[in-house]
């Protein structure tokens, strides 16, 4: 997408990056179609739909003849069965570190994996996406039903043998799903570690204040260790890691203090590695909401691949971190890939080169000092592809619009087998 160009048609967008209300609507009919066609159990469930407007200009405007992004079918599903689905991946092993990110709202099951697959997801939701009551859209009740982990759209863990983080939604001073529904959530998944909100720094994505995210990320701790003692949570990953975006982060602190009278507590710290342009009103990703600023990094579209610059951003996290007194903390990078498109020279063979340079990068980082001492002192314990498939940002998809694998999943499951499980 870019600063004045919208899709011209409804895809998979959702919760992950922005959405239209017509593109919530094509995923929950596609969510509904698959459910009839299966015959899923469907049972009340609330509603996650953010209200933010969309328009997310990451990439500038696309060429001219770049070629138009094909519309994913209301199935991911295509005419090949996944392969059997291994175990749960043990902590601290490649499989466990490497995840990849589903669609908005969806399932795993709908893919065809190999067996050799990244072996966490997230699919920026909690497990459910719509309110449905007898195949009718209903108005979620602030007390939910009894609710379990069958209710939900994605499988348990061990039938697909990849670890799913629930996502719960920030859209400025609001919460998706509410206080209620998300303790019933929370019960239903006991041991999981929850994600509070997606790039809040970025207007078009959480879009929160300092001062707001402090109160939201309050409300959804305390809710989920409520709920579940041993939930697990981990703050809204910033999009970049930058000194504007540490500085919004240096704000957060400082309101959750303010607030609350101590320290903001936070179990796993979250961050993306996206090498875009930190511009007010230009492509990119504009300047984090309450900061004044005009400009911060000025990363151009060339060095939108650079490891060096990626590595840079973990090591400018972990030495914050550090000086915060947090560093003994796990570190998580739950998105970052490739948004450019081939238009701008980013073929599969570039992006290829970068994913597996990021893995051997991600492995290696190690530090005594500022590392993660239960990991061996690495800097990073866990990293997420963006993404399977997305209709605005293909580049770096793993299946193909109708459900097949590409060369990307091809180079993943390959360097899994070549380095894994140990």
Known sequence: ASPHLKPS????????????????????????????VTGCRWTVQPTETPSSSYQEPLIPTPLPDSPPTPTP?????ADMPAAPAPALPAPYTLRWRMGAAVPDGRS??????????PGWYLNWSVGYTATV???????????????????????????IGMEFAPLVWVDGAELR?????????????????????????VKWQGNSTPEEYARVYHLAYTTLKAADPTAQV????ISQVTPLRLAYLD??????????????????????????????????????PGLTARAGELWTIEEHDDLALVEAQIWRMRRWLADKGRGNLPLWITEYGILMPAAYGFDTERVRRFMLGSFDLFLSLRDPVLGYA?????????????????????????????????????????????????
Do not use: C
């Not at 799903?177 to 720094?201: C, F, M, R, V």
């Open 108 to 117: 795993p099951a709908e893919l065809a994996w190999p067996t050799m697959r």
């Open 374 to 422: 239960p990991d061996d002192h690495r800097l990073v314990q866990r990293w997420m592809w963006f993404s399977t498939g997305y209709d605005l940002y293909p580049t770096g998809d793993l299946f193909t619009p109708d459900g097949r694998p590409t060369t990307l999943l091809d180079t993943m499951t390959a360097y899994l087998a070549e380095y894994g499980p140990d």
């Open 133 to 159: 009551a007898g195949g009718s859209i209903v108005v979620a009740a602030e007390a939910p039903p009894p609710l379990t982990a069958a209710d939900l759209v994605v499988p348990p863990d061990a039938e």
């Open 9 to 36: 048609t409804p895809g998979w967008g959702g919760v992950g990056r922005g959405s239209t209300t017509i593109a919530w609507r094509w995923v929950l009919g596609a969510v509904l179609a698959l459910g009839l």
């Open 234 to 237: 981990a703050i809204g990953g």
């Open 251 to 288: 704000a957060v602190l400082d309101a959750y203090t303010r607030q609350f009278g101590a320290e903001m507590p936070v179990d796993v710290w979250n961050i993306h590695v996206f090498v875009l342009q930190e511009k007010a009103d230009d492509w990119g990703v504009d300047i984090p």
């Open 73 to 77: 079918p209301p199935s991911m599903l």
């Open 177 to 201: 799903p509410s206080l209620a529904w998300l303790a019933a959530t929370a019960a239903a998944l006991p041991g999981k570690t929850w994600l509070i909100g997606n790039e809040p720094d």
